[in-house]
């Protein structure tokens, strides 16, 4: 009888804690630290270049490796930056080239304001 009393147990929709149908996931932005939800954040990854990395906005959330999050907000940015968040988040060595994200964010900033 036990056995089945534990997969009761899982099965059983006693809901505790966050409903993630309504909430969806949640990821932290690396600059202010703030969990969101992962929709209202934008993704990154890190893709080799060379001998250093360079940051890549990801907004279809598909490219493949270890991702990172970020408002769309340049404040996050450069908050970012300045506590050298991305190479931590992303496992990197070194000082990853920010140059492709940075304008990605300002587009995506830009565009939201004019809304
Ligand atoms: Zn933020």
């Known amino acids: 009888m036990r056995p089945r009393r534990e997969a009761d147990r899982i099965s059983g929709g006693r ?4 409903d993630f149908s309504v909430v969806g996931p949640t990821r932290t932005c690396v600059g ?3 969990r969101a939800p992962a929709s209202s954040l934008i993704r ?3 893709a080799a270049c060379g001998d250093s990395f360079l940051l890549k906005a990801d907004p279809s959330r598909r490219l493949p490796g270890r991702g990172a999050h970020l408002h769309p907000d340049p404040a996050c940015f450069a908050l970012a930056e300045r506590r050298r968040a991305f190479g931590r988040a992303l496992r990197l060595a070194g000082v990853p ?3 492709s994200l940075a304008e990605h964010i300002r587009a995506v900033s830009v565009a939201a304001r004019n809304d």
């Not at 809901?15 to 966050?18: D, E, F, P």
């Open 97 to 99: 080239d920010t140059g």
């Open 44 to 46: 990154f990854v890190a």
């Open 32 to 34: 202010c630290r703030k």
């Open 15 to 18: 809901g505790r804690g966050v």
